[in-house]
């Protein structure tokens, strides 16, 4: 449920967030969304050079499908972006259903696998020319970021890590409503306490993603090799989800879904005219970059 927040105003960055999970982009797009959006090919580029440090002629064509990448995005995204935007305007002053919300992170979820629809046969094509020395930085890497994020999933007592996740989420909220009073605050402490702590499940799935691609470049399979394993990998989720998990985040989200629709309904007036000052400026920032194109 906290993507909808972390992701809208991502969504105008969404063709390189959605490749990597860049927190310097994340907090720029949440700062200047159409400054990241203008950035987005360039960290696309400069996360894909971390894991496997190019040649110059890779980066050149990583920078190039960037570009491509991004006009699609601009011509086919942003207005549906700003549609979703114009909606949550037309509410006005009216408190969000949990249906509601949950549509709304259906249609976040839907730019989520768009953008990575159309990243697959790019990343197909640059995995099959990765040489052994590049698989090898990137074995490096990834094992690297997941210690890093096994070893913060486990800092602090069981109470702690849920009350960093509250923090992150009220965080999120604030982004967009302004500071929460303390019975809002309460309304979110309270949903996470119901909710289970998925980490471990997470870093199962991306250990999982790891390795299937890792070993699809130690096999050397072709582009349309790959490609078809990478969308499975990385668009129909579902396909390989086990269903407990499924079911989990499901119910995570639900709880969390009812909790913000409780807190809309309780939204000061300084708060609906920060939500509403933040859709005007995302709507502002697309058409800064529509228009610009």
Known sequence: MDRIFRM????????ALAACSNATMTRLAYSNAALAYSNAGSALAW?????????????AWVRDRASRLMDWHRREELPRARKILEGMLAKGDKPYSAEELAALQGDVRGFYLRVMGQLVPDMAEFLAATDAEQLARMERKLAKDNHEFLKESVRGTPEERRKRRVHRFIG???????SLDDAQRQVVASAYGEVPDLTEELL?????????????V???ATKPEMEPQLRRLFVDMDAWRRPEYRDEVRARDAKLQEAVAKISATLSAKQRAALQARIRG???DIDKVTSAS
């Open 8 to 15: 809208f105003p991502a969504l105008l960055a969404a063709a």
């Open 47 to 59: 996360t894909v050079d971390d894991y496997v440090d190019m040649s110059d002629a890779q980066e």
């Open 172 to 178: 999120h909220l604030e982004a967009w409503i302004g």
């Open 204 to 216: 199962g799935e991306r250990r999982y993603r790891q390795s299937e691609v890792i070993a699809l």
């Open 218 to 220: 130690k096999s050397k």
């Open 282 to 284: 995302l709507i502002a």
